[in-house]
């Protein structure tokens, strides 16, 4: 059974990502995966600060900052799939997102003979993305972004949810075609 942990990065818990990434879940779950969700915004993160202390610690994350990545760490290592869901904000992922996505350089070590050794090389990474403009203004972009942690990464990329020109998260709710396109999304996760 495929494991698969979401981070969501939008500072709203019932907002348009929340709402889009719950259906791809959903369809995910019913597909057989086992899923988790992780809501970034309120979680003690500090971006990272370039100490570097990760690339001589060579089996384990190893990062020197002590707040809640350290259990982030574990259930990534746990997982055979990441989702990465984001509104997108001023072309590109939210700022919890960002640091999500710096934080997790302790798992490239650099400083080895094969560069670099990835800890969590072959895991499955997806894109779920909410904008309030069309796909061409930023939300290509932040999809740009994802994808190159997934290639550094060498994961093996699942593929990407755009959901652009949305307006509120009532109006979300009720987008039945929307929905429904999330939740065959995530039945491909599974
Ligand atoms: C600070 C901020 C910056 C934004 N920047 C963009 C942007 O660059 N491009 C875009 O298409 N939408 C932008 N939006 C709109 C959001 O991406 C959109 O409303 C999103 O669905 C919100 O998701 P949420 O409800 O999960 O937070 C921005 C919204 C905010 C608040």
Known sequence: M???IAFLGSPRKKGNTATVLERI???ARDAGAEVESVFLHGMDLHPCQECLVC???PDEPGCAITDDMSGIYGKVLESDVIVLASPVFCWSVSAQMKILMDRMFCFFK???PELPRILIKDK???TVLT???DEFDGADLAVEVIQRL????SADYRGHFVAAKLTTPDDVRKDEALLERAYQFGKRLA
Do not use: D, N, P, Y
């Not at 997934?150 to 990464?153: P, S, T």
């Open 25 to 27: 879940l959903a369809g």
């Open 55 to 57: 690339q001589s610690v």
């Open 124 to 126: 499955g990474i997806a």
């Open 150 to 153: 997934a290639r550094c990464m």
């Open 2 to 4: 495929a494991k698969i």
């Open 110 to 112: 650099f400083e080895e």
């Open 131 to 133: 904008a309030g403009g």
